[in-house]
């Protein structure tokens, strides 16, 4: 049975940081691109990071406006794991962050509906 789980959600200010953690089972790991995507009470769920499980022209990873340049997302295939490290968090990062599992290996895309799995959520609180 497939199952992520993600971890590493919590509590913290303004201006601190958090690693959060996805680990995946019962599917092809190093074949699935993998995804963020976290969700504010009363809004959709939109798109956070992704990284493809195959690399091409330098085009690795891609990252919501919103983040890019404090959130990066990584994966170690040999734990079946993949991580989003995030610095210096504001309080519009609150949300419930949820990990997703995309069977195209060939791209890393921000469309939900792309996705084929998802785990339960972490949440992550920032206080301004």
């Known amino acids: 049975q497939v199952r992520l789980v993600e971890s590493g959600g919590g509590l913290v200010q303004a201006g601190g940081s958090l690693r959060l953690s996805c680990a995946a089972s019962?599917?092809?790991?190093?074949?699935?691109?993998m995804g963020w995507f976290r969700q504010a009470p009363g809004k959709e769920r939109e798109f956070v990071a992704a990284v493809p499980a195959i690399n091409w022209s330098g085009a690795r990873t891609s990252y919501a406006d919103s983040v890019k340049g404090r959130f990066t997302i990584s994966r170690d295939n040999a734990k079946n794991t993949v991580y989003l490290q995030m610095n210096s968090l504001k309080p519009e990062d609150t949300a419930v962050y949820y990990c997703a599992a995309d069977s195209n290996r060939f791209r890393s895309s921000n469309n939900r509906h792309d996705y084929d799995y998802w785990g339960q959520g972490t949440q992550v609180t920032v206080s301004s």
């Open positions: 019962g599917l092809p790991f190093s074949s699935n691109a």
